[in-house]
């Protein structure tokens, strides 16, 4: 199998607003900006991040093999590469194992800071629900 050049791999666009993955979906695709702005969500709706042309992601899940744990949303137009299991598999079977073992790690902790954010969040929206309307009972 001959590894594709990122001029090779297609693209998709997408409009402001527009889903390009969801929390739970098998993790099958790595998406690389060519132009405008994702933004990425977690389950609950907490904003851990807006990516910019250059930026790649969608990567955590496969990486890690877990269905994606995030939604990941147009935030403008934009124009993304998308890079298919089969042309990412050559290309990590390409790199020194030591990267690999690099980006595995950076991966599940990416993981880990997400999923402790949106406990924070889950907490912290809690705690303001039960915040009295500032007068004394």
Known sequence: MSIKSVKQIPHRTYNA???IYSVDEQSRNVFLIHSGQVAIETRLGLD????NEGEIFGEVGHITSKPRTVTARAKTKCIVKVIDEDTLKAKMNG????????????????SDANAKAEQYWKELSLYKALEVDGTDD
């Not at 851990?48 to 990516?51: K, N, S, Y």
């Not at 020194?96 to 902790?109: F, K, N, Y």
Request: proline share 4%; glycine share 14%.
């Open 17 to 19: 607003g527009e889903i």
């Open 48 to 51: 851990v991040g807006v990516l």
């Open 95 to 110: 790199a020194d194992p030591i990267c690999l073992a690099i980006i595995r790690g950076l991966s599940m902790r990416i």
